[in-house]
């Protein structure tokens, strides 16, 4: 089993709408992290958290550190954002457990 | 350059072969990671190295050796690797602080392996 489970593993949505995607995970974390992949490989960070909430832009990720549970909200959607999503946490600075992504398609 | 640069972009070589790839990142970390990626499977640290010093080999077979010769480069040479071996290589830098730590990813080197 894996350490980090997400949900959905793919995601259809029009553009315009509001999407969540969740992060659930088995050990305790110093760190959550959210990660964008475009079809051509590279990796962004967009978020890197430990409690509470972040904002930037359209983009939202929540976490609650108790239920071991994050969720990473992007509103009004575009299609730009379509890519896979990646949660990740980090037990120790040097550790990283992945998910296996969230790949989102946003239609006009 | 800025960031975390890796080349080649893509590689095709044969069973019998021996490539290396290469990354250099330019934001000063102390920290370097080698993953893979294979389709439908969640990134595989394979490697991490601490200024300079190899601190994480998560069982990865012989056939894959690193190799970093300062804080800035880090290498993965390639040799009599299986068809399974092809899969996306991402290299990754970081600077720990405080226990916690952000990754800079490379653009990835998509081997295939014949």
């Known amino acids: 089993k894996n350490e980090v489970e997400q949900s959905p593993q793919n995601l259809t949505a029009q553009e315009g709408e509001f999407i969540t995607i969740n992060c659930s995970y088995s050990v305790g974390i110093s760190a959550l992290h959210w990660l964008q992949q475009h079809p051509g490989g590279g990796i962004v960070s967009l978020f890197m958290?430990?409690?509470g909430k972040k904002k930037h832009g359209r983009l939202i990720a929540t976490i609650n550190i108790q239920e071991k549970h994050s969720s990473l909200h992007i509103t009004a959607s575009h299609p730009r954002d379509s890519a896979v999503y990646i949660c990740?946490?980090?037990?120790?600075?040097?550790?990283?457990?992945f998910g296996t992504g969230t790949s989102l398609t946003v239609i006009p | 350059e800025t960031g975390v640069t890796q080349t080649p972009r893509h590689l095709v070589m044969g069973m019998t072969n021996k490539k290396s790839l290469k990354c250099e990142q330019h934001?000063?970390?102390?920290?370097m990671y080698w993953y893979k990626q294979s389709a439908k499977k969640p990134l595989e640290l394979m490697f991490v190295?601490?200024?300079?010093?190899?601190?994480e080999n998560n069982s990865v077979p012989s056939r894959f050796s690193p190799e970093c010769p300062n804080s800035s480069h880090l290498f993965l040479h390639l040799h009599t690797l299986q068809p399974e071996d092809s899969a996306l290589y991402l290299c990754?830098?970081?600077?720990?602080?405080?226990?916690?730590?952000?990754?800079?990813f490379g653009p990835g080197t998509r081997l295939t392996v014949l």
């Open positions: 990740a946490v980090t037990p120790t600075g040097n550790q990283f457990y």
């Open positions: 190295y601490n200024f300079k010093e190899q601190t």
């Open positions: 990754a830098s970081s600077q720990e602080l405080a226990g916690v730590s952000e990754q800079f």
């Open positions: 958290l430990s409690s």
């Open positions: 934001l000063g970390h102390n920290a």
